[in-house]
């Protein structure tokens, strides 16, 4: 129960977050994006006050065995930058640029976006449906075959 309310009240305090700070709106959030052009420097204090504080709180947790609510802390995984991790990085990247959406901002604009953003939020469902088959064919194709 408290592990559910906590998740309530984090995800509203994220959701709260990406309103004030603009990355729910599109133009604010692809003037970021266009340091080339009329580029719009304020995310860029939105992104100090995400990574500073988690920079912080990682190093902190790094030394606990345990979350507050008993758990145990997931330790470090190695770093494998492979196919998949670039893929999947240029494609969000692409996605946030032409659109100006992230998964994020995206929900949380679904009330008030208008239609555009039920489309993106469709597509981006339908991607998020088509990925891991489409991953598991990708890798059959990888696979050396006997013979």
Known sequence: MLRNLLA???GGL???GLLISGMVDTAKVQGWLDVFGNWDPTLAFVLGGAVAPMAL???LAAKRDRSFL???MPRDLPLLVDRQLVL?????GAGWGIVGFCPGPALASLSFGGWQVWVFVAAMVAGMAVSPPLRRKLDLLDTPSDG
């Open 88 to 92: 999947g990085s240029l494609l969000f």
């Open 70 to 72: 008993g758990l145990p």
């Open 14 to 16: 994220f959701g709260a």
């Open 57 to 59: 709180v990682w190093r």
């Open 8 to 10: 309530m009240l984090s």
